[in-house]
């Protein structure tokens, strides 16, 4: 059968118009998350990887998928950032091999107990001061990229059931037990890190709003949020597969 030239240049319009249209969506994806990344990360290289992931998304985008293109496209330039970021990871070896550990001493604790491994335990169980451990946590913080996806599945894109892969009748249970169990997880963090967590990613707030809301600082908001990931990755071990 024909193409049809016509429809093909309509398409090709359509998509120019969704990208000009939503551009600003990639500025305000890149700033947000370079309000937890370290200065050496720079915004336009940011910046350059959402355009193509915007790209992309209009080529792509099936209303049919039950989302609007800006959700849709959303989930597509931030991909596209952290698989940027990825690509020119800046974090030492030993940031990311402390931060294994220290996942491991929490999921150890939290079994043994059946509750939230406090501070003073953690260190302890390392053979660390406090101080270090904070250190620890500082460090994980500045190294790596707060998302759902550090627990090895894009949450975002299962919630909207646009993952890459075609879902047979296991993959969507799987995805619905991986749904169910992050709810259950983000529900038993301590109180404080659960509100970091709900500020951060439902109300989309940077880490130095977050501090206002809640009378600290910038750093010690950092600090908890990162700690909510480390006990987020403890608590969905059956997810990871890279520990």
Same mark, same amino acid.
């Given at each position: ?22 551009a ?7 700033y ?8 050496s ?6 910046? $350059? ?6 790209l ?7 209303p ?10 959303g ?6 950032m952290?698989d ?9 070896? /030993?940031?990311?091999?402390k ?18 491994a ?21 460090? /994980? ?28 009748p ?20 301590p ?5 970091v ?8 707030l ?7 809301v ?6 010690r908001?950092? $600090?908890?949020?990162? $700690? ?11 997810w990871?597969?890279?520990?």
């Amino acid at each position: 059968m024909a193409t049809n030239p016509y429809k093909k240049t309509q398409d090709f319009d359509e998509s120019n118009k969704l990208v000009v249209l939503h551009a600003p969506l990639v500025k305000r994806i890149a700033y947000h998350l370079m309000a937890r990344l370290p200065s050496s990360v720079v915004v336009d290289d940011l910046i $350059q990887a959402g355009m193509v992931g915007l790209l992309e998304a209009s080529r792509n985008y099936r209303p049919d998928l039950g989302a609007s293109f800006e959700t849709y496209s959303g989930i597509r330039i931030r991909g596209a950032m952290l698989d940027e970021l990825r690509r020119n990871d800046w974090a030492p070896k /030993s940031v990311h091999r402390k931060n294994r550990e220290l996942t491991k001493v929490v999921r150890e604790i939290e079994a043994r107990t059946g509750r939230d491994a406090r501070d003073d335990e953690i260190a302890e169980e390392m053979g660390i001061t406090l101080d270090e451990y904070y250190k620890i946590l500082q460090d /994980s913080s500045n190294a790596r990229i707060y998302a759902f996806e550090e627990l090895g599945v894009d949450e975002d894109a299962i919630e909207l059931g646009l993952s890459n892969t075609k879902n047979g009748p296991f993959e969507e249970m799987s995805h619905e037990r991986f749904k169910g169990n992050l709810t259950e997880a983000i529900a038993s963090l301590p109180e404080r890190e659960k509100m970091v967590v709900t500020l951060y990613y439902d109300s989309e707030l940077n880490l130095r709003e977050i501090g206002s809301v809640l009378g600290v600082s910038e750093s010690r908001i950092s $600090q908890l949020l990162s $700690q909510a990931m480390i006990r987020l990755r403890a608590r969905m071990k059956e997810w990871i597969s890279r520990d």
